[in-house]
Every structure is written in C-alpha cells, then in structure tokens.
T-cell receptor, first 112, second 114 residues
Framework: SQQGEEDPQALSIQEGENATMNCSYKTSINNLQWYRQNSGRGLVHLILIRSNEREKHSGRLRVTLDTSKKSSSLLITASRAADTASYFC????????????FGQGTRLTINP | NAGVTQTPKFQVLKTGQSMTLQCAQDMNHNSMYWYRQDPGMGLRLIYYSASEGTTDKGEVPNGYNVSRLNKREFSLRLESAAPSQTSVYFCASSEQLAGPDTQYFGPGTRLTVL
C-alpha cells in the first residue's frame, strides 16, 4: 500500500517557470522526504522536513508540510532542463518505524 | 566513495531460473534495503536489514530471499524467477534505522523474466 500520493502524476512546464508538486499521506508521520529520480537512475535525496516543521528551503527547492491536512508540497523555482525527472515523496511514520513508504511519483518535464 | 553499488546492471532470465542480485555500500551504514520499481509506480520494499545479522520482510517479500553477508553487503535472491518479477531492483542504505534516515540508492538492476 502506498502511503504517499503525488499530484499531478505528470507535469510539463517551460524552462524558467516554477513547478509545484503535491503529496498527500494517510497516517501520522515523523518526517517526510522528497527524492528525485533521473531516467534510468537511482533515487537521490533532496530534502527532509520533520513533522514539527512547516516549511524548509534548500537552494531552489521549497517544501511545505501541513500535518492537519496530511499533505506536503515541493516547489522548484526557476526550473531548468536538468530538473526533468520524477519526484517522489516518502514518509516515515514514527521514530521507531522500520522503513520509508514511497508514493508513486510526479513526472516533471522542463521544456527548453 | 563509490556509495551504493549493484551488480549486475541488466539481467534476462527464463522462468524458473535463479539468480542473486548483489549490493554493497562503503558508507559504513547500518541499514540496507531492497526495493522493486514497476512502470509508473513508486518503490515497494521487498526486504530490509536494520543492522548486520538481521533481516525483515517488507511489503512484497514473496518469491525473494535475502542475506546480509556483512555490514557492507546485502544480497537479494530469486530462487525460481517468474515473469511477475520483471522489474527494476534498487538497493539502498541508511546510517540508522531511527531518526531522520536519509536513504542512499544504487543505480538499479533491470531484470527481465521471460
């Protein structure tokens, strides 16, 4: 069963525009992480936000977390062609939880 | 640092054949994981090893076995491959089981079962 559900499933924008992806989850969490996967490659960790945090920044990335709505968003500003990839959210349910649970991902295409 | 390495990169099997996927990490991480990724889907956990000497089932363990050979290596074995096991397999590692726990992924093994 997938804990995280990303929305939209696919997103295509022009280079320079901002891209926003959303993730919803079902149970309470300890933290939520976002990963990027380039075509044919493994996943790469982007950013982690804890359940007691509401917003976090890393370079051109901005992540928000609304635990009351059980949702998170990932914003990529000033997109570049190199941002073309799939983006996955993953949740850890508690400190004692044994694993991350991944969503199905958003496929982002940046058009030059 | 090579990070997480996986072998082989590609493999084609016939139904009923067996094989072992190898994974090694050089980051001195305690925990290691095996996932499968099917088209259009996220990752599903097959097995994980919280620490050397322990293994536990994940979401989709049927048809697989694992061995945590030492702290560095975690192998995944398919005893009798089936077409439903056609997938891309990823190994990952993390420093600790509890806490923030960022995972580091290998490049994947693309397996086709005919």
């Amino acid at each position: 069963s997938q804990q995280g559900e990303e929305d939209p499933q696919a997103l295509s924008i022009q280079e320079g525009e901002n891209a926003t992806m959303n993730c919803s989850y079902k149970t309470s969490i300890n933290n939520l992480q976002w990963y990027r996967q380039n075509s044919g490659r493994g996943l790469v960790h982007l950013i982690l936000i804890r359940s007691n945090e509401r917003e976090k920044h890393s370079g051109r990335l901005r992540v928000t977390l609304d635990t009351s709505k059980k949702s998170s968003s990932l914003l990529i500003t000033a997109s570049r062609a190199a941002d073309t990839a799939s983006y996955f959210c993953a949740t850890r349910r508690s400190l004692g939880a044994q694993k991350l649970v991944f969503g199905q991902g958003t496929r982002l295409t940046i058009n030059p | 640092n090579a990070g997480v390495t996986q072998t082989p990169k590609f493999q084609v099997l016939k139904t009923g054949q067996s094989m072992t996927l190898q994974c090694a990490q050089d980051m001195n991480h305690n925990s290691m994981y095996w996932y499968r990724q099917d088209p259009g889907m996220g990752l599903r956990l097959i097995y994980y090893s919280a620490s050397e000497g322990t293994t536990d089932k994940g979401e989709v363990p049927n048809g697989y076995n694992v061995s945590r050979l030492n702290k560095r290596e975690f192998s995944l074995r398919l005893e009798s491959a089936a077409p439903s096991q056609t997938s891309v397999y990823f190994c990952a590692s993390s420093e600790q089981l509890a806490g923030p726990d960022t995972q580091y992924f290998g490049p994947g093994t693309r397996l086709t079962v005919l």
